[in-house]
């Protein structure tokens, strides 16, 4: 396995969700950086497990150990290497999850690639946990992006059926810290108290649910990125397919535009002062794959977390028969509200990316 990913900067993902430890290196990152450790916290407290019953009850803290590269709260420019310690594993809940496959999740085609030796135990090197070390980075590379004025804030647009209003127009600073100031964002707080029931439901039914996440990156200049192979939305979704249980990212209206006519789907152009705006922003800030000033917005789709306890058929892979699975342990009913943070970070990890 590798998990290496960037042109400016690197990042190598490392561990296991029942190791030792997991982590990340981060090279390439700017030397004299003043970190806030405060937002870093708070960013890692948005994802972590064990805090309500819409998560996983497994308790981490995920407390972040700076191994080099940072001193004093200032990035050295040495690669920044971050361990956090897992301490709270149940190992016994995946002793029948070596042979018996648990649809939905990476058991099987991980079975078939590494012979039967990967970790399959909370998922391994698989793991939504691993996205903790995921968000220390983005921390971190938001507050450098902040220094040229960009901002990200996602919300949870919906939850199996239940939909949040969708970002308009005009997103500002006030509107993207007030939702980065929330636990578990939505537009409307009445959409998230459904959000709530339903994810309530399907844990009591022992099952689970996907949903939506839509995200902003505003003060984005006009003119950065590329046609082809090298435009903005290629750069963004390779880190958020890179999400564990993400199946879609769309930009701008996404399948919407597909349905509209041609002088419905143009963002029609307008100066304001000296700044060219558009009245509408079907295409997320980005056409020619190059971004025209106003926000990328885009879409991710989170699919329903995929241990359940309910009764699903199954293959052995040791006895070669069909079978049943009850998937036991400690798993999230749905991985959305978690994973907003998550989706803020990765945005912000492919920004500081591209821009060098
Ligand atoms: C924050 C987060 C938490 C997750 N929690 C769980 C979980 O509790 N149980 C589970 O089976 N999958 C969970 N997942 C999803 C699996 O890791 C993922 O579905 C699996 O690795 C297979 O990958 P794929 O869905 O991308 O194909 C989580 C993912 C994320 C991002
Ligand atoms: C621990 C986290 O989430 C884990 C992600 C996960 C998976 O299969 O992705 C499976 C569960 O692992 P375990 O069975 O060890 O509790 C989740 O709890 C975390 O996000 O920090």
Known sequence: MSANWGNNIELSLFGESHGEAIGIVIGHLPAGVRLDMEQIHWHMKRRAPGQNKMSTPRQEKDEVHIVSGIQDGITTGAPICAMIYNSNSHSKDYSELKVNMRPGHSDYPAYVKYHGYNDVRGGGHFSGRLTAPLVFAGSIARQILLQKGIRIGAHIKSIHDIQDTSFSVDIDESLLNQLSSKMYPTLDEQAFIKMQDEIEKARMAQDSVGGMIEC?????????????FDSVEAHLSPLLFSIPAVKSVSFGSGEKITQMYGHEANDAYYYQGEHVKTKTNHNGGITGGITNGMPIVFQVGIKPTPSISKLQDTINVQTKTNTQIQVKGRHDPCI?????????????????????
Request: charged share 10%; hydrophobic share 65%; net charge negative.
């Open 216 to 228: 902003a990156i505003i003060n984005m200049p006009a003119g950065i990125g590329n046609p082809f």
């Open 336 to 356: 959305v509200p978690r994973a907003v943070v998550v989706v803020e970070s990765m945005a912000a990890l492919a920004i500081l990316d591209m821009l060098g």
